[in-house]
């Protein structure tokens, strides 16, 4: 890219985006999915790994924002190249330890680029020849939710877009106690995005019985705020948005596409 490189963007509290492609804003490579930084004080996740092509810029984004303090685990929504080909980069970068659900977790670990899908869609021009993510040892996701300092990251399995996908949820410790249902945020990875849309593969992994289940799961949890792998991020009344993608599942039909 020419110019300087773009600030990272403060989204909540406790959430700011410190990676982001051209399906999002631009932060840092073109091919990045977004990449959110969870800051609980005393301990910080990344959420999402972006393609690899600038873990650097992207380790630089998260130091600014924590100074002295570590990332202590990097949270993969799932094993496609954009979200998680910078993983081992950034495990080294910031000495984090990769996490995810399996399957994800050993395709990953591998670097396997026939089960990630990497193969077919470099060949098909997605990515660059470049583009090659290493094997990094991955802990499987196991438990309904993790720790980070003063917040609780609950754990969704959510297949359907790709197998071993995870939906993160967080509920803001900083919320105001009498707020209404504004206090839980939900990464969505590559399930769901603002106004429902969905992203659904020509891919093996692919499954549009398990998308439906999982968009009604994430529905039911009602979120506030949407943080989504790719596009605009929603900060209020996210459940609207869910709700709609609910609403073409409920007449037989798959929610619109990300992409036109
Ligand atoms: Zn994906």
Same mark, same amino acid.
Do not use: K
């Given at each position: 890219?020419?110019?300087?490189? &773009? ?6 509290? $406790? ?19 977004? #990449? ?8 910080? #996740?990344?959420?999402?790994? *972006? ?61 396997? @680029? ?8 470099r060949r098909a021009g997605v990515y660059p020849p470049e583009l090659r &993510? ?10 309904? @939710? ?17 197998? *071993? ?56 949890? $009602? ?13 209020? @009344?996210?459940?609207?948005?869910? $709700?709609?993608?609910? @609403?073409?599942?409920?007449? *037989?039909?798959?929610? &619109?596409?990300?992409?036109?």
């Amino acid at each position: 890219m020419t110019g300087p490189w &773009p600030d990272p963007v403060r989204l909540t509290p $406790r959430v700011t985006l410190v990676g982001s492609g051209t399906l999002g804003f631009g932060l840092t490579d073109p091919h990045d999915s977004h #990449v959110y930084l969870v800051d609980g004080g005393t301990d910080a #996740v990344l959420v999402d790994a *972006g393609c690899g092509l600038a873990a650097d810029r992207i380790a630089a984004n998260v130091r600014s924002c924590l100074g002295a303090r570590q990332v202590s685990r990097i949270l993969l929504t799932h094993a496609h190249a954009d979200h998680a080909g910078g993983a081992a980069d950034l495990a080294r970068l910031l000495g984090a330890t990769v996490m995810a659900l399996p399957p994800a977790a050993a395709i990953v670990a591998a670097g396997d @680029e026939d089960a990630s899908g990497l193969r077919i869609a470099r060949r098909a021009g997605v990515y660059p020849p470049e583009l090659r &993510p290493a094997p990094v040892p991955v802990c499987p996701l196991e438990a309904d @939710e993790l720790a980070v300092g003063a917040l609780t990251l609950g754990i969704h399995p959510t297949p359907g877009h790709a197998a *071993g996908h995870c939906c993160f949820s967080l509920a803001d410790a900083d919320a105001d106690a009498d707020a209404d249902a504004g206090s839980r945020a939900l990464f969505s990875g590559d399930l769901v995005f603002a106004r429902g849309r969905v992203a659904v593969l020509a891919t093996p992994d692919t499954d549009l019985r398990a998308l439906g289940q999982s968009l009604r799961t994430v529905a039911a949890l $009602r979120p506030d705020v949407l943080l989504p792998g790719h596009g605009a991020p929603v900060l209020r @009344e996210a459940h609207t948005h869910l $709700r709609t993608a609910v @609403e073409h599942l409920d007449r *037989g039909a798959l929610p &619109p596409g990300l992409l036109p």
